[in-house]
């Protein structure tokens, strides 16, 4: 079956770096669509960054500039590299995957298969 296993998340302070992997397993990898998603306490779940099948890649706003997403097709392994974290960066991190291409690259109702996420603090 289909799994989605993310790992690398910590405490950082401001201004650190991290680097999320998500291990993929179970399914076709370089025909899906893949993407991170984060949600905050509180707050609803929203998309950090998408790469398709075929390589393009879209980015939410507030991550563009700071945040990279790749994806490793011999590994089956998605990556979020993460750099100039700030504290509204806190969250838990999901990595999600789609088989096909989506309309809409950073909407959760795109995604039918999710990882159990990891959490990232980041302190002022």
């Known amino acids: 079956q289909v799994q989605l296993v993310e790992s690398g998340g910590d405490s950082v302070q401001a201004g650190g770096s991290l680097r999320l992997s998500c291990a993929a397993s179970g399914f076709t990898y370089s025909t899906y669509s893949l993407a991170w ?23 939410a706003d507030f991550v563009k500039g700071r945040f990279t997403i790749s994806s490793d097709n011999a590994e089956d ?5 993460m750099n100039s974290l700030n504290p509204e960066d806190t969250a838990t991190y999901y990595c ?3 088989p096909g291409p989506v309309v809409n690259a950073l909407a959760s109702w795109e995604y039918n298969y999710w990882g159990q996420g990891t959490q990232v603090i980041v302190s002022p």
């Open 37 to 59: 998603f984060r949600q905050a306490p509180g707050k609803k779940r929203e998309g950090v960054a998408a790469v398709g099948a075929d390589g393009r890649t879209v980015y």
């Open 77 to 81: 392994r998605l990556y979020l590299q």
């Open 96 to 98: 999600a995957a789609y």
